[in-house]
């Protein structure tokens, strides 16, 4: 059964920085499709930005130049830097993942593209 595991959450003020990571254990399949997403609460679940193995990355609007999202593959280690952070970066931070060819030739920002979840780590930013 693969496992998700997100740390690196916490409280910081407007314009700092927080480095989330996301290990993956009990999977084999070296091609993969990973995201981060974020929900705050009352809002619906939004797709921050997502990779592949291969070396893709696509990113939120909102975020670009802000965030940076990475994939250590031989750690198996899924990194979002968020820098600049700003109040409306608070909410509770997701990452997800797929496996496989397709997963990589498929991989988007859509919740429904990944079969794996963690359980999220939260993110507060205060002004």
């Known amino acids: 059964q693969v496992q998700l595991q997100e740390s690196g959450g916490g409280s910081v003020q407007a314009g700092g920085s927080l480095r989330l990571s996301c290990a993956v254990s009990q999977f084999t399949d070296p091609m993969t499709c990973m995201a981060w997403f974020r929900q705050a609460p009352g809002k619906d679940r939004e797709g921050v930005a997502a990779s592949t193995s291969k070396g893709w990355t696509n990113y939120a609007e909102s975020v670009k130049g802000r965030f940076t999202i990475s994939q250590d593959n031989m750690s198996k280690t899924l990194y979002l830097e968020m820098n600049n952070l700003e109040p409306e970066d608070t909410a509770t931070y997701y990452c997800?993942?797929?496996?496989?060819?397709?997963?990589?030739?498929?991989?988007?920002?859509?919740?429904?593209?990944?079969?794996?979840w963690g359980q999220g780590t939260q993110v507060t930013v205060s002004s």
């Open positions: 997800a993942a797929s496996f496989g060819g397709a997963a990589i030739m498929t991989c988007a920002r859509y919740a429904k593209r990944f079969n794996y």
